[in-house]
C-alpha cells in the first residue's frame, strides 16, 4: 500500500516509518471555540505530510501547538520518542521545530538578515553582533532562494511576495527536524513556487519532517506524501497521496465532493465603468491603458513585480499618476485620496489582509462596516441593530466562521480574516470592485462560492477588475485578460480563448501582440 | 514516567493558576492596590471619607480630569499629547489677564480661539505632515512656555476686582450644590464617550489608532482624524483654563507645569494603552479619581506636597508592568 508513497522519496521513508514526531490527542480550547478536539497527527522523518481542512478547521492552531505559541488543554507531543512540553517558542525552537507562520511575523523595521536570524544573531567577542557574518550567511541564504533583493532592505519596503520568502529564509539558518509550511504559497506567485518546491525537497533529502499547509491541490497532490484532514477541529483521516483523488480529498475535507463553480461568466457588457489612457506612475509602471465595462471581469496576471498592485492603488487614490487619465463613467477623474476613491464608488480589496484590509483588535462586526460607515449611521450616530443586519448577511453568505460578532478579527483563521475584508468592501456596493488576489488563504469550498459571488455581482452591473497570480482563478473569472510585465501591459487576451502558454509567455515578457499599442514597439 | 507525568500537570495547574492571577492583577490590580490605599487613608485619617473630603478631592481633580479626556482621545489616535501642560498656562494666563482688558466675554473667546489654534498647528504637524507626535508636542511644550512669558513679559497677572464678576462661577461656583468644575467635568466627559463609542466618528478614531495604514485603505481620511483629535484636546485645555483661571483668580506664567505627565499618570493608570486603537474615557475618569485620592490622602496624612510625585511615579510604573505582564503572560520576562 505505502510502496507507491515510498518510491517518491526513496531515502527515508523505508528505513524509518516509525514517526520523529506524534501529536496525541491534542486539545486546544478558546473562549467560546474548540479549536482542537483530541487530535492526533505524526510526522515521519523525509516525509512531506500535507495537512488539509476548511477555512478555521484548526490546522494553524495544531502547528502553534507544536511550535509552542499555544499551550495545550490536553494531550501529548513526543519528538524522536522522547515526550516534549513546550511552554514558549523559544523551546520549540530549540528542539529543531521551525514553524512558517500564515501571518507573517516578521518585523518591520529591522533588515532582511536580521529577521532571518533573530533570535539567533551571529555574536562575536562574546555580545556583539558579528554583522559582516550575519550579511554574509543572509546573503547565501537569500542566494539559495533566488531572491533579488538585499539582506540589508529593510523588510518593511518590501512586496508581500518578499516577505514571504523571507520568512522561508528563517527555516534554513540551521537544519531542524521539523519544518511546517503554513499556506506559504498564498502569497507567491508560480514563478517563487518551483524555489520552494526545491528547498522543500533539499530539506527532505537531509531527513527533516515537514508538515505542508496549503488550500491549493496541485501542489498537496505535487509534494507530499501522506495528506491529514481535520474538519470542524477534528481529526478525519489519513490517505496515502499516491492512492487517493482531490475527489476523495475533498470529501473528507468538506463531506460532498466540490460542486465546480458552474455559473457562467457574465455575457452582457455595458459602457465604459474604467478607462485608463497611458497611466504612468514614474519608476513603477508606465502607459497602462485598458478599460473595464460595466458588467464586465477583468483579470489581471502577471508576476510579482509587474505592478499590478500598484495600477490598482493608483486607480484607488494611494498613488498619484505622474502622466496619463483615469476615466471613470466617461469622466476623467482626479482621485487624490481612497476617500476620493470610495465616493466615486471605488473599492479595493488590497492583496494584504493583516496590514492592509483589517484592523486586528477591532472585532468582526466592526470591521465589516468600516468602509462604508454612512450606511449604518444616521447624522453621525451608529445604528448598531443595522450593522448586526449588515454583518450577518456576509457573514452567512461566505460562512465566516466565528464563536460572534464581538470576536477580535485577529482571533479568526487566517482565512475567514480573508472574507472579512471581502465582505467589508461588498457592502460598499461599489461601481468599480477591484480585487488584489482576492481568495488569498481561502479554501477550495469557499472559493467556488466566492468567484460565484464575483460573476453574480458583474452580471448586475458592476465592473469588476481581479488581479491574481492563479492561472485558474484568472481564466476561471475573466472575460478579459491584461497581462503585465515589468510595469508595462504586453498583451490582451479574450478570457475563454486564450491558452496558458500564450499567458505565461506574455507575462515573462517573450510575446507582444498588436493590442498592446504602438507605444510599446516605438520604446522597445 | 507517573512521576513525570505528575510534574508536568504541576506545571500546567501552575501555569493556570499564574495566567488567573495575571489577568485579574491586571484587570482589577489598580482597582485593588487603590482599594488598599484607601483603606489605610482612612485609617489614618477620619477626615478622608468624610462627604466633604470627597467633594474637595473630585473637585480637585476635575482640572486634570478635563484636560485627560483630551488627551485620552489623542492617544486612542495613535497619537501623543505632552503640550498641554504650557498650553494651560498660556491659557490661564490669557484668559485672566484679558479680562480686566475686555471683559470677560471677549476674554473667554479670544482665549478659546487662540488655543484652538495652537490645537490646529500641532494637528496639521502630526496629521498632515506625519511628523512625530512626540517630538513635535515636546517641542510644543517649550514653545508655548515660551510665548507666556513673551506675553506677560515674566509677571504674574490677576484679576484686580475679584468679588463681582460672573467669571468666577466656572471655577468657584456650585449648582444644585454640585461644585461648577465637576459639572463641567462630567458633561464633557459623557459628550466625549458618548462621541466615541455612539458615532462614527468614534469608530474612525479607533481605526486610525489601531491601523493607520489599513484605515487609509478603508478610505478614511486619516489626516483629518489625526488634526482633529489635537482639536478636540486643545478645547478640553481651554475649558481648563477656564476653570483654573477663575478660581485662582490669577496665574503665574508656569501654572500648568508638570500637568502634562499627570494627565498621562491618570490616563496609563486607568489602562489606556499608549499604542492607540483602545482606551476609553471611562477607565481616565478612574485613573485620575485614583490619582487624586491618593494625593489627597498623602496631604491629610502629613506627607508634603512633593511626596505626591514620587508615589505617582511608583503607581505609573507599576501600571506599566502590570499592563506588559498581562501581554507577556508573566510577571517577569525570561529573555536576556
Ligand atoms: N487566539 C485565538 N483566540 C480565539 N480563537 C482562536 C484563536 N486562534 C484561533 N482561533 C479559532 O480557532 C479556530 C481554528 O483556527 P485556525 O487558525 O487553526 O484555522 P485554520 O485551519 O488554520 O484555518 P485557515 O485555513 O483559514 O487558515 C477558528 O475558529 C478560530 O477562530
Ligand atoms: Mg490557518
Known amino acids: 500500500m505505502s510502496t507507491t508513497a515510498i518510491s517518491r522519496n526513496p531515502r527515508h521513508s523505508a528505513d524509518s516509518p516509525s514517526p520523529v514526531l506524534s501529536l496525541i490527542n491534542i486539545t486546544k480550547k478558546f473562549p467560546g471555540v474548540i479549536a482542537l478536539n483530541k487530535v492526533s497527527f505524526d510526522v515521519r522523518a523525509g516525509e512531506v505530510h500535507a495537512l488539509l481542512g476548511e477555512n478555521g478547521a484548526g490546522k494553524s492552531t495544531l502547528m502553534k501547538v507544536l511550535a509552542g505559541k499555544h499551550q495545550p488543554n490536553g494531550g501529548q507531543i513526543f519528538l524522536a520518542g522522547e515526550k516534549k512540553f513546550f511552554e514558549n517558542p523559544k523551546q520549540a525552537k530549540k528542539s529543531g521545530i521551525v514553524l512558517i507562520h500564515q501571518e507573517q511575523s516578521l518585523v518591520p523595521e529591522m533588515s532582511v538578515a536580521e529577521n532571518i536570524f533573530l533570535g539567533s544573531l551571529p555574536l562575536k567577542w562574546g555580545n556583539r553582533v558579528d554583522w559582516k557574518k550575519l550579511h554574509a550567511d543572509s546573503t547565501e541564504i537569500l542566494k539559495r532562494l533566488k531572491c533579488t533583493f538585499s539582506s540589508r532592505d529593510m523588510v518593511s519596503n518590501l512586496s508581500i511576495a518578499k516577505k514571504q520568502m523571507v520568512e522561508i529564509a528563517r527555516a534554513l539558518v540551521f537544519t531542524p527536524r521539523i519544518v511546517v509550511f503554513d499556506e506559504p504559497t498564498a502569497s507567491l506567485t508560480d514563478h517563487e513556487k518551483p524555489v520552494l518546491y526545491d528547498i522543500i525537497r533539499n530539506l527532505q533529502k537531509q531527513g527533516v519532517g515537514i508538515v505542508y499547509i496549503s488550500h491549493r491541490m496541485d501542489e498537496i497532490f505535487h509534494l507530499s506524501q501522506r495528506i491529514s484532514v481535520l474538519r470542524d477541529g477534528e481529526y478525519n483521516g489519513t490517505l496515502n497521496t499516491a492512492d487517493t483523488s482531490e475527489d476523495e480529498v475533498t470529501k473528507l475535507m468538506i463531506g460532498r465532493t466540490l460542486k465546480l463553480d458552474h455559473a457562467s461568466k457574465p455575457r452582457e457588457f455595458k459602457e465604459n465603468m474604467l478607462e485608463l489612457r497611458s497611466l504612468t506612475v514614474k519608476g513603477v509602471f508606465e502607459d497602462i491603458s485598458f478599460n473595464v465595462r460595466k458588467g464586465e471581469i477583468v483579470g489581471m496576471y502577471g508576476l510579482v513585480g509587474a505592478g499590478r498592485s500598484e495600477v490598482a492603488e493608483t486607480i484607488f487614490g494611494l498613488r498619484q499618476p505622474s502622466a496619463g487619465e483615469i476615466l471613470l463613467d466617461g469622466k476623467v477623474e482626479s482621485i487624490r485620496s481612497t476617500h476620493d476613491a470610495v465616493a466615486r464608488g471605488i473599492a479595493l480589496v488590497p492583496e494584504d489582509r493583516k496590514d492592509k484590509g483589517l484592523i486586528l483588535g477591532m472585532n468582526c462586526r466592526d470591521n465589516m462596516t468600516l468602509s462604508a460607515l454612512g450606511s449604518v449611521s444616521s447624522m453621525g450616530f451608529m445604528k448598531t441593530s443595522e450593522e448586526k443586519v449588515v454583518y450577518d448577511k456576509y457573514q452567512r453568505a461566505m460562512k465566516i466562521k466565528t464563536p460572534s460578532w464581538r470576536q477580535k478579527v485577529g482571533n479568526l483563521s487566517g482565512g475567514n480574516q480573508q472574507k472579512i475584508v471581502i465582505g467589508k468592501w461588498l457592502h460598499t456596493h461599489p461601481k468599480l470592485l477591484i480585487l488584489d488576489e482576492p481568495t488569498r488563504g481561502i479554501d477550495v469550498g469557499s472559493k467556488a462560492e466566492i468567484h460565484g459571488l464575483i460573476k453574480e455581482l458583474a452580471r448586475s452591473g458592476y465592473a469588476v477588475l481581479v488581479i491574481s497570480s492563479e492561472m485558474p482563478e484568472v481564466l476561471g473569472v475573466s472575460n478579459r485578460i491584461i497581462a503585465m510585465y515589468e510595469g508595462r501591459v504586453t498583451a490582451e487576451f479574450d478570457g475563454d480563448a486564450v491558452s496558458e502558454d500564450k499567458l505565461v509567455q506574455a507575462i515573462t515578457g517573450q510575446y507582444v501582440t498588436e493590442t498592446s499599442g504602438p507605444a510599446h514597439s516605438a520604446s522597445a | ?336
Not at chain 2, 196 to 213: D, K, L, Q
Not at chain 2, 242 to 247: A, C, P, Q, Y
Open chain 2, 1 to 336: 514516567m507517573a512521576s513525570i507525568e505528575q510534574g508536568k500537570q504541576a506545571i500546567l495547574l501552575n501555569k493556570k493558576y499564574k495566567e488567573g492571577l495575571l489577568n485579574f492583577l491586571s484587570a482589577q490590580g489598580i482597582l485593588v492596590f487603590f482599594l488598599i490605599c484607601m483603606f489605610a487613608f482612612s485609617l489614618f485619617s477620619e477626615q478622608f471619607l468624610s462627604q466633604s473630603n470627597i467633594m474637595t478631592v473630585v473637585r480637585q481633580a476635575s482640572i486634570i480630569g478635563i484636560i485627560a479626556v483630551g488627551v485620552t482621545i489623542v492617544i486612542i489616535g495613535g497619537n501623543l499629547d505632552l503640550s498641554v501642560g504650557s498650553m494651560l498656562s498660556f491659557s490661564t494666563v490669557l484668559v485672566v489677564d484679558l479680562h480686566d482688558k475686555i471683559g470677560p466675554a471677549g476674554a473667554i473667546v479670544l482665549m478659546f480661539v487662540l488655543t484652538l489654534m495652537i490645537g490646529a498647528v500641532n494637528g496639521l504637524l502630526i496629521g498632515f505632515m506625519r511628523l512625530n507626535s512626540l517630538i513635535v508636542t515636546l517641542a510644543m511644550l517649550s514653545a508655548v512656555q515660551g510665548l507666556v512669558l513673551i506675553y506677560s513679559g515674566g509677571k504674574n497677572v490677576d484679576i484686580a476686582n475679584q468679588s463681582d464678576t460672573w467669571f468666577a462661577i466656572f471655577g468657584r461656583g456650585y449648582v444644585l450644590g454640585i461644585a461648577v468644575p465637576v459639572i463641567l467635568f462630567a458633561v464633557l466627559a459623557i459628550i466625549v464617550q458618548v462621541g466615541m463609542s455612539y458615532t462614527s466618528y468614534g469608530r474612525r478614531i479607533f481605526a486610525v489608532g489601531g491601523n493607520p495604514a489599513a484605515a487609509v485603505y478603508s478610505g478614511i481620511r486619516r489626516n483629518w482624524c489625526v488634526f482633529s483629535t489635537y482639536l478636540i484636546s486643545a478645547f478640553c485645555v481651554a475649558c481648563a483654563a477656564l476653570v483654573l483661571g477663575s478660581r485662582v483668580m490669577g496665574s503665574q506664567n508656569n501654572v500648568g507645569q508638570g500637568y502634562e505627565l499627570l494627565v498621562l499618570a491618570g490616563i496609563i493608570l486607568g489602562g489606556t494603552s499608549l499604542l492607540g486603537g483602545a482606551g476609553s474615557v471611562w477607565k481616565t475618569i478612574i485613573g485620575v479619581l485614583i490619582l487624586g485620592f491618593i494625593q489627597n490622602g498623602l496631604l491629610l496624612l502629613g506627607y508634603p506636597y512633593y511626596t505626591q510625585w514620587l508615589v505617582t511615579w511608583v503607581i505609573i510604573i507599576l501600571a506599566v508592568w502590570l499592563d506588559l505582564a498581562n501581554k507577556r503572560k508573566r510577571l517577569f520576562t525570561t529573555h536576556s
